[in-house]
């Protein structure tokens, strides 16, 4: 089977599930290629898109927010959006690509590509068959207007919220968000320490804010210092990702009385060797730490479906969510550090951990391949 996968640089999270399946598809002896559409233009418009978005969820998270509950009220007109017309003009692009190349399947874990390989089916155009995977734990604005032959959602639960918004039920399967392959393996907490280079005795937090270092990770972090600075049992980790703002800043401030890391490949194993993980509620790097079994702490979502992220994993008890910085994180964070029975694996059936394999059979059977 040849596969194209189909992200966007809009945050980590829909490139990290666009590696997992990847990863599963190669495993099991098929070809795929990941791509971001923006790429095919001359001008990279892809990194531009992409630094937008990071720069405006870094900065301005309200502005985000007033944005996305902008898509859910224009999503109440019966025409097409904004969204669906501006990715339009890539069809050009793409049909190149196609013509170019066989693909069997287009698997996509991004909006836009889904716009864009509509548009050119209401063009008149016949992309292969289309495979949609939801990242986060909402039917999100515009999601309604596209047209793939199958939707991948996080969970049963969310079934009968994408078919109120318009999808087909028979194109819906709860098959989960993917994670790779290294979250779901079993490795003891004092392995991962030992690779890492890390203390075997004594509790580890790791704090992140996603790929974006976004969120309150700095006001996070005073308030878990000042709290623990006198129990030299606890040790900080905080990642940043591609925030370089926040790597200097907490470099400036703590020096080395908290690990202080900017990009890490290796999120899979300190989710293993960390005691608590408190992060902003991605649907992607949520459902990581549920699959690593690391207990969690959700803080400050950006407003949209984060919030919603958020809301679903504490209802189900695969989280604690904070609202501020306060007390209320060292109270949640000192029960998940020393509470025995709170710290069992947060593992629940809703979550699928091999999501990845079962979107791989799903696209074999799209492609009639078993």
Same mark, same amino acid.
């Given at each position: ?79 097409? =959006? ?5 990715? /339009?003009? !890539? @069809?050009?692009?793409?049909?190149? #690509?196609? +013509?170019?190349? *066989?693909? %069997? ?102 704090? =992140? ?5 976004? /969120?309150? !990770? @700095?006001?996070?972090?005073?308030? #878990?210092? +000042?709290?623990? *600075?006198? %129990? ?125 394999? %079962? ?12």
């Amino acid at each position: 089977m040849e596969a194209l996968i189909l992200t966007c640089s809009t945050g980590g999270g829909h490139n990290a599930a666009a590696v997992a399946i990847k990863e599963e598809l190669l495993m099991c002896g098929h070809r795929a290629e990941m791509l971001d559409p923006y790429s095919l233009t001359k001008n990279r418009l892809e990194k531009r898109v992409g630094q937008t978005y990071v720069r405006l969820v870094q900065r301005a998270p309200r502005i985000f927010g007033f944005v996305y509950m902008l898509g859910n009220i224009y999503r109440r007109f019966p025409w097409r =959006s904004p969204v669906y017309y501006a990715n /339009g003009k !890539m @069809v050009k692009y793409m049909e190149e #690509l196609f +013509k170019s190349r *066989k693909f %069997d399947i287009v698997i996509t874990t991004h909006l836009f590509p889904a716009e864009i390989l509509t548009y050119m089916k209401n063009s008149g155009l016949k992309p292969p068959k289309t495979i949609f995977v939801a990242t986060d734990y909402a039917c999100i604005p515009f999601t309604e207007e596209t047209e793939c032959d199958y939707y991948v959602i996080p969970m049963a639960e969310l079934v009968n919220e994408f078919v109120s918004r318009g999808i087909e039920k028979k194109k819906i399967y709860p098959l989960g968000i993917p994670v790779k392959k290294e979250f779901r393996e079993n490795i003891s907490k004092e392995e991962a320490r030992k690779t890492l280079g890390l203390n075997q005795d004594g509790k580890y937090i790791l704090v =992140s804010g996603g790929s974006m270092g976004a /969120g309150s !990770m @700095v006001r996070t972090i005073r308030t #878990l210092y +000042k709290h623990y *600075k006198r %129990d030299k049992n606890v040790k900080i980790i905080a990642v940043c990702g591609c925030n370089r703002r926040v790597y200097k800043r907490l470099l400036r401030e703590f020096k080395e009385k908290i690990i202080t890391i900017e990009f890490t490949k290796q999120m899979a194993l300190y989710m293993k060797a960390c005691n608590v993980f408190i992060t902003k509620p991605g649907g992607l790097s949520s459902t990581e730490a549920v699959v690593a079994g690391i207990p969690l702490i959700h803080m400050s979502p950006i407003p949209g479906c984060e919030s919603i992220n958020m809301r679903r994993f504490v209802k189900y008890g695969l989280s604690d969510g904070v609202k501020g910085t306060g007390k209320d994180i060292t109270d949640i964070t000192d029960k998940l550090l020393y509470d025995i029975n709170i710290q069992k694996n947060r593992e629940s059936k809703i979550i699928n951990c091999n999501a990845a394999g %079962d979107i791989r059979k799903l696209a074999e059977k799209a492609v009639n391949l078993n």
